[in-house]
């Protein structure tokens, strides 16, 4: 379950441009490139969003403020800020200071940078032997030890090993040899973890273990970058980290965010959910376009850390929490534990979820009982 893209193509965010709108937000793009990034495009639309504003004419000065975009490639993934502010200049600077939180929690939570501290952790730690990490770093560990645990290790943060050995088996388009998929599992296990909270230190029981955070990063950056935007007096901002997706206050004269949930393979054209959000969060883990057959079994990029082998019937979570990581890593839990474990595990994180369950019959769906509220019509097509 950790080589997910956190639902990348599966929430969409809406907001109406007219014509107009559009041309006189595409004069602001290109403002700016990150020194540092170069590669990466920063653009910044000033888009007016209400029709009455939009329709205003004559000198009558502008009351609410304005929206402005801004895009980058943070963790491997593109990511989006939309920021509501009267002041280009301070939408911009709050815009830095948040994709810079988002940098340095990735050089700290990172499995693919081999320098960043959650590498350097299990390579250099030794068995039995604390080692201090950072409040970030501790932080994250402890949340995910205690979903592990509520979860009875369907969520488990150590599959590093599995997840690797299934790259390679994706690349060669073979399974894994069932011996190193036995050696994987035998470096498993979050039990293998031990943390103590007053010397922020974490112990590992084995020296060939990996941690993979991915299940849970995106989120807990998404969640942090907010509290960036918070502090630079920037409410109204939603922040989209490749499909998961943390909003804060609702755009001006609104009373949320839209956000699309898109269709599974196997449903009829149009269908699909539409949510309203506000000061909260959803992320979607699914592998309606990652998967791999082999030999005639289709397998999803969704690993079981149990069996470790990937799992074989299509599925599409969405998870609503009050925290970007919550969502972000009961998500991928409830991809694979039993739907009424799932649903039952939402009570305790003040949790909501619709599930989209691949059968031989069809699509089939199942839902907490608090998830109806978010529901939202279709908008119309413009």
């Known amino acids: 379950m950790y080589q997910r893209n956190s639902g990348a193509n599966?929430?969409?965010?809406?907001w109406g441009q007219s014509p107009a709108i559009q041309e006189a937000a595409s004069r602001w793009r290109g403002l700016g490139r990150d020194r540092r990034w170069d590669w990466a495009i920063l653009s910044v639309c000033i888009v007016a969003i209400q029709a009455?504003?939009?329709?205003?004419?004559?000198?009558?000065p502008q009351t609410e403020?304005?929206?402005y975009v801004f895009d980058r490639i943070r963790m491997g993934v593109p990511w989006q800020l939309q920021i509501y502010a009267d002041d280009p200049k301070q939408a911009l600077e709050a815009s830095e200071l948040a994709f810079d939180r988002v940098k340095e929690l990735d050089r700290i939570l990172s499995d693919y940078d081999p320098d960043s501290e959650l590498n350097q952790l299990c390579s250099n730690a030794l068995p039995g032997q604390p080692t201090t990490v950072s409040e970030d770093l501790f932080r994250v560990l402890t949340f995910s030890q205690l979903l592990s645990r509520r979860t009875d290790g369907a969520f488990d943060v150590t599959v590093g090993p599995i997840t690797d050995l299934w790259r390679r088996a994706w690349r060669k388009r073979a399974m894994p040899a069932a011996d190193d998929l036995q050696t994987a599992l035998e470096q498993t296990g979050y039990n293998k973890v031990q943390l103590n909270r007053k010397t922020r230190s974490v112990t590992l029981a084995r020296s060939d273990m990996q941690i993979d955070l991915g299940a849970v990063a995106k989120?807990?950056?998404?969640?942090?970058a907010l509290k960036v935007l918070a502090k630079q007096g920037l409410s109204r901002v939603l922040i989209d980290a490749s499909g998961d997706i943390t909003v804060g206050d609702p755009p001006p004269s609104r009373d949320h965010w839209l956000i699309r949930i898109e269709r599974l393979p196997g449903q009829e054209e149009g269908e699909g959910e539409w949510l309203q959000l506000k000061n909260a969060s959803v992320a979607t883990s699914g592998d309606a376009k990652r998967f791999i057959e082999i030999d005639g079994v289709r397998y999803s990029h969704i690993v079981d850390p149990k069996t470790g082998l990937g799992l074989t019937n299509t599925s599409?979570?969405?998870?609503?929490?009050?925290d970007g990581m919550i969502a972000d890593a009961l998500a991928s839990a409830l991809s694979v534990l039993p739907p009424e474990a799932g649903l039952m595990l939402l009570k305790r994180y003040k949790a909501h979820a619709f599930l989209m369950l691949g059968t031989e019959q069809g699509i089939q769906t199942r839902e907490s009982c608090s998830y109806d509220r978010f529901r939202a019509d279709a908008p119309p097509l413009e």
């Open 65 to 67: 403020p304005t929206k």
């Open 52 to 60: 009455g504003l939009c329709q205003a004419a004559g000198p009558e």
């Open 316 to 322: 599409s979570v969405t998870v609503i929490a009050g």
């Open 219 to 224: 989120g807990y950056a998404a969640q942090e």
């Open 10 to 14: 599966s929430l969409r965010a809406l």
